[in-house]
C-alpha cells in the first residue's frame, strides 16, 4: 500500500477508521496529517500542553502492522484523539494546567481512555483546560490561555477549551473533555462542534482527575453527532475502579441513531429563553425549534422554574467537594513543593505549596468551598444546596413525563473576548443551561445551531438536547436528526498560521 499523504483525507472518526481498516490510507498517514496540522497551526491556539509525536506515529505503525497481518485492531483503528490534560495517561503528563501537577506522571490509564486506546484510538496529546477544570473561558490556566479558531481575540469557552478548539480547528477528528457543570456542552457551543454530556455514571470516571466527584463525567467532543455516539459508547461500561459507574449492558447507540423524530415530544421551557440570552442565540433556538417541527416532532412547552437556581446551587456544592478533593495536594506527597525559609515549619510548608501552585480561581473555589463546610455555615449553604439539588432532579422528572427530551440553549451567548467577564459571578452565568444538567445527573449535547455575525466574524451557536438519566439514545437521536436537516455542522473555522506566537513549547513523554 502506497502512503497517500498527499490525498484529501475524511474528516469524521468513523471514515476515518473505515478507510484506515480497510486499508485505503495508512494510520500512519493519518496520525502524521494531525501532527503536522497541529504543528501548523496551534501556535495560534494553543490547544494543546503536550504533542506525543513519536508516541503517536509508534502507536500507528503498530495498527498498520497488525491491519497487514489480518487482525482485528477496532472501530477507532488509527484514529487521533487527543485528551483533556486532567485525563490521566502512563505516558506523558498530566498536569490540570495548574503548577501544582506541572511535572505529574501517572502509573496509569483512566479507563475511558484505555478503552479508546483498546479500540484502536492513537493519543496524540493533551489539551489544555481550566486549572483543575474550574472555569468558564480556558483563561484560568497556569500555563496560558487557549484561543478561539473562530476568532483568535475571543475565548473558546471551558473548561475544556482546548480540546473544543483542536477538534474545530481540525488538529484532529476528536477530544475528551470532562464536564462538571457545561465544561464540554459550552465549549462545543462557543467553537460550533459537538459535545457530549453523559449520564453521570454511564462512563468511569476512574483516572480522572477529580473537581467534584458528584458531577464530574467524561464526555467526547466530535464534528458529527454519529462520531459522538460511537466514542461514547466505546467508553462506557462497568468498571470495578469506580464504585459509582452503573452496572449496565453497554448501550448501542448507533442502531437507532438515523430514526426520525416523528411521533416525539420536545419540551421547550419559557425559562430558556430568558432576557440574557443575545438575539442571535434567541433566533437560532426558534429556528430549531420550527425545524423539528417541520420534521414531524410535537413541541410541548414545559416548566423549569429552578433553572436561575442552579448556579447558586452548583456554585455551593461543587466548591465544597473541591475544597475536599484538592486537599490532597500538600507539597508532600506529590506536587509542587515550596521552598521553606530558615524557623518555618510544616504549617508554612503547605500554605505556600498550595499558595505557590494553584491559581486564583482555584484558591477562590477552595475557600468558597471550606467555608460553606465550616461550622455554623453548613446548614445554611451546603444543607441547603443539596436540598435544592433534590428540587431539580424532581423537577426534571415531572418534565419528562411530559417529553422525551428538552430543547433549548447551550449558552447564552456565542464567544465573549478575553477579559470580557472579570467578575467571577458573571463568568458563572455563563453556564446557566447546563450546570443544572449535572446537578441532576442527566445527560446533554450540544450541537451547532447557527451563527452570530453582530461582531463581523461569524461566532457559532449551540442547540442542547437533555434527556433523562441513561437515555442518551433518545439524545442522540434527537440531535442527529437536526444535524442532517442543516448544514453548520459542516461550517470551518478559515485558520491560518503565524496568527499568534506559540504561548507553550511542545514537550515528550
Known amino acids: 500500500m502506497s502512503d497517500q499523504s498527499t490525498k484529501i483525507l475524511p474528516e469524521t472518526v468513523i471514515d476515518l477508521a473505515n478507510a484506515i481498516s480497510k486499508r485505503e490510507v495508512s494510520a500512519v498517514t493519518v496520525v502524521r496529517a494531525s501532527l503536522e496540522s497541529i504543528a501548523t497551526l496551534d501556535g495560534s491556539l494553543h490547544s494543546f500542553h ?28 488509527g484514529v487521533p484523539i487527543a485528551l483533556k490534560d486532567n485525563i ?6 498530566t498536569t490540570c494546567s495548574s503548577r501544582i501537577l506541572e511535572h505529574y506522571q501517572s502509573p496509569f490509564t483512566a479507563t475511558a481512555a484505555q478503552r479508546l486506546i483498546d479500540s484502536g484510538a492513537v493519543i496524540i496529546g493533551k489539551t489544555n483546560c481550566d486549572e483543575f477544570a474550574m472555569g468558564s473561558s480556558t483563561e484560568h490556566c497556569a500555563f496560558g490561555p487557549t484561543y478561539n479558531p ?8 471551558g473548561s475544556s477549551g482546548g480540546s473544543a478548539a483542536a477538534v474545530a480547528a481540525r488538529l484532529c477528528p476528536a477530544a475528551l473533555g470532562s464536564d462538571t457543570g457545561g465544561s464540554v456542552r459550552q465549549p462545543a457551543s462557543l467553537c460550533g462542534i459537538v459535545g457530549v454530556k453523559p449520564t ?18 467524561i464526555g467526547p467532543f466530535a464534528r458529527t453527532v454519529s462520531d459522538a455516539a460511537l466514542l461514547t459508547q466505546i467508553m462506557c461500561g462497568h468498571d470495578v475502579h469506580d464504585s459509582t459507574c452503573a452496572e449496565l449492558p453497554n448501550p448501542d447507540f448507533m442502531s437507532d441513531i438515523d430514526a426520525p423524530v416523528e411521533g416525539l415530544r420536545l419540551g421547550v421551557s419559557k425559562e430558556y429563553k430568558g432576557a440574557e440570552n443575545s438575539p442571535a442565540v434567541a433566533e437560532a433556538v426558534e429556528r430549531a425549534i420550527t425545524r423539528f417541527r417541520e420534521l414531524g416532532a410535537e413541541i410541548v412547552d414545559i416548566e423549569l422554574p429552578l433553572t436561575n437556581h442552579g448556579i447558586s446551587t452548583y456554585y455551593v456544592i461543587t466548591p465544597a467537594e473541591a475544597s475536599s478533593n484538592l486537599a490532597r495536594y500538600d507539597g508532600i506527597r506529590y506536587g ?19 499558595a505557590e501552585g494553584f491559581g486564583p480561581e482555584v484558591r477562590r473555589r477552595i475557600m468558597l468551598g471550606t467555608y460553606v463546610l465550616s461550622s455554623g455555615y453548613y446548614d445554611a449553604y451546603y444543607k441547603r444546596a443539596m ?27 456565542a464567544a465573549f473576548p478575553f477579559g470580557e467577564k472579570k467578575d467571577p459571578l458573571t463568568m458563572y452565568l455563563s453556564d446557566v443551561y447546563t450546570a443544572n444538567t449535572n446537578t441532576a445527573g442527566i445527560c ?36 442527529k436528526m ?23 513549547p511542545e514537550r515528550q513523554p
Open 88 to 93: 490521566v495517561t502512563d505516558f506523558g503528563h
Open 150 to 157: 473562530w476568532d483568535t481575540s475571543r475565548v473558546p469557552g
Open 200 to 217: 453521570y455514571g454511564r462512563i468511569s470516571r476512574y483516572g480522572l482527575i477529580a473537581f467534584g466527584s458528584s458531577f464530574d463525567q
Open 387 to 413: 436540598r435544592a439539588r433534590r428540587l431539580i432532579k424532581q423537577e426534571y422528572d415531572r418534565a419528562f413525563e411530559q417529553c422525551h427530551a428538552i430543547v433549548g440553549p447551550t449558552s447564552p451567548t
Open 482 to 504: 437536526y444535524e442532517a436537516a442543516t448544514d453548520y455542522h459542516q461550517q470551518a473555522p478559515n485558520l491560518t498560521a503565524g496568527q499568534r506566537a506559540a504561548t507553550s
Open 444 to 479: 446533554g449535547i450540544s450541537l451547532p445551531a447557527g451563527f452570530d455575525e453582530s461582531s463581523g466574524n461569524p461566532l457559532p451557536i449551540g442547540l442542547q438536547i437533555q434527556c433523562q438519566a441513561f437515555d442518551e439514545a433518545t439524545m442522540f437521536r434527537v440531535a
Open 336 to 354: 509542587h513543593r515550596a521552598q521553606l525559609e530558615a524557623g518555618e515549619d510544616l504549617f508554612d510548608l503547605y500554605a505556600k505549596s498550595r
Open 50 to 77: 503536550e504533542v506525543y509525536n513519536e508516541h503517536a506515529l509508534n502507536r500507528a505503525r503498530h495498527i498498520d502492522q497488525m491491519l497487514e497481518d489480518g487482525k482485528d485492531v477496532g472501530p477507532l483503528a
